[in-house]
């Protein structure tokens, strides 16, 4: 039988079954009544005649030059490049490749060191199966705890890192390190002398060290904030509502020091402590506001006497230099005359006196 193999095409002879030899290029006649029978396949990319194993057709020089077989090794992954270009993820254990028309190369990474190391390149990554690794974001403020297998291994600051899941189970956590804000909204609360108020207390926190947070505390906020809840009632308590409104900024200080007593059991270092505010019931609220009216009207009446006191002073000690002093009265008198004459429309005269005698004995000041 003839058989006709182009230039891009090789052919495998098999006789009964049995693989003879690989022919390139060229015309051949095998004669198919003695059990010969010719394969033919292009020789691009991988290699699809695979009813032959590959220890059986590399006994061939011919096929061994014009392939390139590759095998990736248990706890390793592969990268196909095909002319020095990343083309894919090599997923299997065995490749055989046509190597005549393009170069194929698989670039072997191992798995065993847990820490994916910068040989594996962004573009590389992206090939491979999620499953394959895990990735940790550790931001900025923040730590990131790795463990491998429940087992704390590595404290990350900010950055992005890759682990291979192969040798161990990679798990982690990612603790935010920055100082954190907590409002105690409307905390109700009974004074000494037994009025109940609200009040608004914020405190500032973080945590003080990641590994032993982890290994001691589950829920940071749920725990933390009732402590401080109980901490707001067991100081305030203490206080009448008059001691209260007084002592404000006394019960925020007592208040941050008992949260830096309790610093130990709950990881943190409290920054800051103190009320925001205090809101009274309604009738005590107006029965405040009554008080504080009472009061600035107190004061202002204080204040006009006061004045008017001042002003009767002032009226006595002119009384008196005028007394002594007539020429000081006359000017006086003088000084009234003008304001008068002011607001007055016309004034007649004659002229057996002087106008300013006139003007005396017509307001009744004439001595």
Known sequence: MKYIIRDNQAGFVVKSGVFQKMITAGTYYFPK??????????MLGEMNY?????????????FVKST?????????????????????FASRKEYVFWNVFDRYEIKIVSMEGTRIGAEVTKQMLALVPKHLYT???VGEGEIGLVYYDNVMQEQLS???YRFWNYDHVITYCVLDMKQKEMDILGQEILTKDKIGIRMNVACMYKIRDAVEFVSRISDLKGQLYPAVQLVIREIVGNYKLDEILEAKEQISREIYETLLKREEMFCVNFLTAGIRDIILPGEIREIMNSV??????????????REEVASTRSLLNTAKLMDENQTLYRLKELEYLEKICEKVGEISVNGSAGIVEQLGKMMGTDS
């Open 292 to 305: 504080l009216v009472a009061e600035k009207t107190a004061q202002a009446n204080v204040i006009a006497r």
């Open 68 to 88: 390139a077989h590759m095998e990736i090794p248990d706890g390793s992954v592969g990268f196909l490049y095909v002319n020095g270009k990343l083309t894919s």
């Open 158 to 160: 900010k950055g992005v």
């Open 135 to 137: 990735e940790v974001s």
């Open 50 to 62: 695979l009813d032959v194993p590959y220890q059986v057709l590399s006994r061939d020089p011919l």
């Open 33 to 42: 009544m003695t059990g010969y029978q010719v394969v033919v396949e292009e």
